[in-house]
């Protein structure tokens, strides 16, 4: 008799990512596409961009006040957008 050596699906897609250099990138693309959900609907109504440069996620809003607000509270919302994610993508929020 012989031994599988099964592994999941999901354990394979990720090496393959990581050996190809595509899991950062990944990543960092559903972090952007997680903003919206982790502010919610009444900040996303003010954004008007965000990518990340530097492990730095940028968000550009239209409104100054909620721009002061949201920079009182970026450590909170770098840990639940990383906590989204599963995993460390970035390390600080600039508001703009």
């Not at 965000?50 to 607000?69: D, F």
């Amino acid at each position: 008799m012989f031994k599988r050596d099964v592994k999941l699906i999901r354990e394979i897609i990720l090496r393959n990512l990581r050996e190809q250099g595509l899991e950062t990138p990944l990543l960092q693309k559903r972090l952007i596409e997680a903003w919206p959900i982790v502010a919610g609907p009444a900040i996303s109504r003010y954004t008007l961009n965000t990518y990340i440069q530097n492990q730095t996620l940028v968000v550009h809003l239209s409104s100054p006040a909620l721009r002061t607000e949201l920079s009182m509270q970026r450590k909170e919302y770098v840990t639940r957008l990383n906590e989204y994610v599963g995993n460390q993508v970035i390390a600080d929020i600039q508001f703009r």
